[in-house]
């Protein structure tokens, strides 16, 4: 069984800052990819950043500047510093991992999700 758990959302005023954080444990062999999605009411899920194992990173044009997706491989943990933040960035918030279990299985993991509310 594997496990991502999500911390650090919350409410916060346009311009503020929130960082996510999400942290994978069980049966791992090895993560590959790691990513943030966010889904507003109403809104299908979409991604907004990504980071392979060696550090390659992908935004959304929407988020460019103002967000940061980071990971320490060590404690099997993405992060998402989201800067300058504004009112459509509110959603709730998905960790999402590709990591190949013990057994040599490979999966798509979520997290269970975090909301981010952004003030005007």
Known sequence: QVQLVE?????????GSLRLSCAASGSIRSI??????RQAPGQQRDVVASITSGGRTNYADS????FT??????????????????PEDTAVYYCNAHITNWDYSAWNYWGQGTQVTVSS
């Open 32 to 37: 590959n990819v790691m990513s943030w999605y």
């Open 63 to 66: 988020v460019k500047g103002r």
């Open 7 to 15: 911390s650090g959302g919350g409410l916060v005023q346009a311009g």
């Open 69 to 86: 997706i980071s990971r320490d491989n060590a404690k099997s943990t993405v992060y998402l510093q989201m800067n300058s933040l504004k």
